[in-house]
Every structure is written in structure tokens, then in C-alpha cells.
């Protein structure tokens, strides 16, 4: 027997009433909510807290001692940075770099050679428009609205998708598990698990806290400035306005918030 | 129709189901002995109120929460302080504030995740201060 026309219709329109009936149905026996009772009211901020609209960096390379590792030792204890003893594994939050590889085109072989030979101090630009956050499938990487580039390693797959797109080598990946190669953990701050990528985070836990980063502290010539770019009173602008200074490839539009004074 | 291994067709099916259900029959009538989370840490001894962050019924039902509430707030909007429903203000810190008290991550941590069969990977990145002082 073939249905009729009318018949037809019923069953369509049922069958499409019982596909459509959960969503309807489900706020009645919606998944069970909770409300965290402190969550309203997280906002309160300790009057300690250094802010800032726009946190950024000055290297002054002219001050920076030659085989100097002060701001290295100092950062990577404070962030329990793995020492894997392998270039190729290399974990790099702040790391020394010869002026060729880090201002390509501006480097020529007549330049001083005091200069060509130095290792100057670099780390993540913080870049006003990061292509590591743009490229990030899971967010695990965004900007803050201070301007800090920053990880959320619980959300990190370790595509490594970042470090594909940083156009200053500024990101590392734990292709192993870090914990055995870290000389001191330091429990204040968490390790980091293999499969995660990793930077260097403008040492945001020490910013909460009140104190400068780790590194700026470290230096003993002050060779690194940190300061809020958005303060015209600010100690880095009135460097920045005095000195003539290189930002990293800039060309490439990322805005990068590391300034190099020459 | 005729079967003619019958008994092998039989024995099979017989076999196939109690292996399939093994799992609900095997264990049932035993009770096996809930997990106590020991609370005997110095921390905990000298508090005069023997309370966590927030009321016991709520933290035991419902740290994880509060824990993915703290991280989100603390990494993503930059807050570190929760202020608790008696007005009390926490660090949001799993091993500076929960470890703190909860010295004893072996005896109240993992006996009832052991229990459950969960395996939070808090750990594999937050130390625990214990372990690390060591």
C-alpha cells in the first residue's frame, strides 16, 4: 500500500517535531548550573599591582655587559625554565642573540665590531598585534589589556602553530618533560608539562605582586627599562624620546614592544 | 532446518555472555571500604575554625569548579584574589593556598581520586611544595 499525500505529511511533520522536541525541552532538565560564590566579586585587585595600559621594554645594548647572564639566571629560575643542554631543544624566555640575527637589515659588515660581536639581549616583543595570538586554534594564547602577550598553558596543544608565525624565534616547545631538567623548582610558579609551548610572560605573576620583572631586576647596569608606554612621564619614554632607538622587524607590522636603543 | 554442532553454538553464546556481563556481577554483594581524605596536617591544626575556602559539602562536591574558576580568573583575567561567600579573601593558588593546608596531598588529594579512578594533571605542572623542599 503506498501512503497518500496526507498521510505523508503526518508522519514528516511528526518525525520533525520529535527531532526538534530535546532542544526545546532541555531548560526544563538543563545541565545543572552552578554558581561559584566568590565568582562576582573576583574582581578585587591588591593596591600593590603595578599597572599599565601599554607595559614595554628598552635595551640599552650600549650598557649590557659582554658574557653578562644576570637577566638569564634571574628569569629562568624565578619561571623554572628547563636547561635540556641542547640547542635544538632550547627553551628560551630571554636568551642573547648576535645584532645580525636580530636586525637583519639594519646589519652590514662595517659596522662597529664591538658591535657585531656582542650578544644582545632579546625576548618576546609583546607585539601590540601578535601573530601568535592570531594564530592560536585554541586562545591559549591572547593579549591582555595591559599589552602582555601571555600563555594559558591549560589550554595549550602544543600545535606549535606559534612558533610557526612568531617572527622572532620568542617560543618554545617541551618536546620532553621538563621537570627532571630544571636545576631548582622554584613552587611559587608551575612547571611546564611536555607538549606545551612556552614564552616569556612580562613576568605578569611579578607585576600582581608589585615588583618589577625578574630580569630588569637582575641587571646591575639598568641596561633593561620597563615602564608603561601610555605614561608620558614614564621613565622609558623619556629614554625612548632622548636615545634613537631600533624596534625588531617592524616592517612586518607586528608592533613589536621591545626598543633597542643604539 | 537441522543444527548439527548445536552444543558448540550453545557452549559459545554461554561463554560470550558471561564475559559480557562480568562486569556487572563480578564484586557485587562486597563493599569495598570508602576513602577517607585525612584532614591531620599542622596547618589544619592550628586553625580555631576548621574551614576551607568555602563550606565543606560545597568543596568536596564541587572543587574542581571552583579550581577551573580560580584558573580562568587568575590567568585569564589577571584577578588572584577570590573572596569567598564569608567574606574571607584567598590567593587563587593551588600550591600556595590549597597545599598549604592540604599538606598531605597523598593521604587527601589522591585517596579519593584513587577511589574514583580521576587523574586530575594539576600536578604535572604545579608543584607541590612538599616534594619540591625535599
Not at chain 1, 511528526?14 to 561559584?36: G, H, Q, V, Y
Not at chain 2, 556481577?25 to 571500604?33: E, I, N, Q, R
Not at chain 2, 590549597?98 to 579519593?112: A, G, T, V
Request: proline share 7%.
Amino acid at each position: 500500500m503506498t501512503p497518500n499525500r496526507r498521510d505523508f505529511l503526518k508522519i514528516a511533520g511528526m518525525s520533525t517535531l520529535s527531532l526538534i522536541a530535546p532542544a526545546i525541552l532541555r531548560p526544563a532538565f538543563a545541565k545543572e548550573k552552578l554558581s561559584i560564590p566568590g565568582a562576582k566579586t573576583n574582581q578585587t585587585s591588591s593596591s600593590q599591582q603595578l599597572k599599565g595600559k601599554r607595559w614595554a621594554m628598552a635595551v640599552d645594548f650600549a650598557k649590557c655587559r659582554r658574557g653578562c647572564v644576570d637577566c638569564i639566571a634571574a628569569c629562568h629560575e624565578v619561571h623554572n625554565v628547563p636547561q635540556f643542554g641542547n640547542p635544538k631543544d632550547e627553551i628560551k624566555w630571554i636568551w642573547r642573540e648576535k645584532f645580525a640575527a636580530i636586525f637583519p637589515s639594519e646589519s652590514h659588515p662595517y659596522l662597529p665590531e664591538s658591535l657585531q660581536r656582542q650578544g644582545i639581549p632579546v625576548l618576546c616583543n609583546h607585539c601590540a598585534n601578535p601573530p601568535c595570538v592570531k594564530v592560536c586554534p585554541t586562545k591559549a594564547t591572547f593579549k591582555r589589556a595591559d599589552g602582555i602577550v601571555i600563555m594559558d598553558y591549560h589550554r595549550c596543544i602544543g600545535c606549535r602553530f606559534c612558533m610557526a608565525a612568531c617572527p622572532y624565534g620568542a617560543r618554545s616547545m617541551n618536546y620532553r618533560d621538563p621537570r627532571p631538567f630544571i636545576s631548582k623548582i622554584n613552587p611559587d610558579f608551575p612547571t611546564r608539562t611536555k607538549g606545551v609551548v612556552e614564552k616569556c610572560n612580562f613576568c605578569e605573576e611579578r607585576l600582581v605582586q608589585g615588583i618589577l620583572p625578574a630580569c630588569v631586576t637582575a641587571c646591575k647596569e639598568k641596561a633593561l627599562v620597563f615602564g608603561d608606554m601610555e605614561d608620558p612621564k614614564a621613565e622609558i619614554r623619556l629614554l625612548l624620546s632622548k636615545h634613537f632607538n631600533l624596534r625588531r622587524r617592524a616592517h612586518l607590522g607586528t608592533e613589536p614592544q621591545i626598543y633597542y636603543i643604539v | 532446518m537441522k543444527l548439527n554442532n548445536i552444543g558448540k553454538i550453545v557452549a559459545g553464546i554461554v561463554i560470550f555472555i558471561v564475559l559480557a556481563t562480568f562486569f556487572f556481577w563480578y564484586g557485587t554483594g562486597k563493599s569495598s571500604s570508602l576513602p577517607q581524605p585525612s584532614l591531620d596536617t599542622p596547618a589544619i591544626a592550628q586553625m580555631k575554625e576548621k574551614r576551607c575556602v568555602e563550606d565543606k559539602a560545597f568543596m568536596s562536591i564541587n572543587h574542581m569548579k571552583l579550581l577551573h574558576n580560580w584558573r580562568d580568573s587568575a590567568v585569564r583575567e589577571g584577578n588572584r584574589n577570590y573572596t569567598a561567600k564569608n567574606g574571607n579573601v584567598y590567593k587563587m593558588s593551588l600550591s600556595g593556598t590549597c597545599l598549604e593546608c592540604h599538606s598531605n596531598k597523598e593521604q587527601f588529594c589522591d585517596r579519593c581520586h584513587t577511589y574514583v579512578a580521576a587523574k586530575p594533571a594539576c600536578f604535572s605542572c604545579h608543584s607541590i611544595p612538599a616534594e619540591v623542599k625535599k
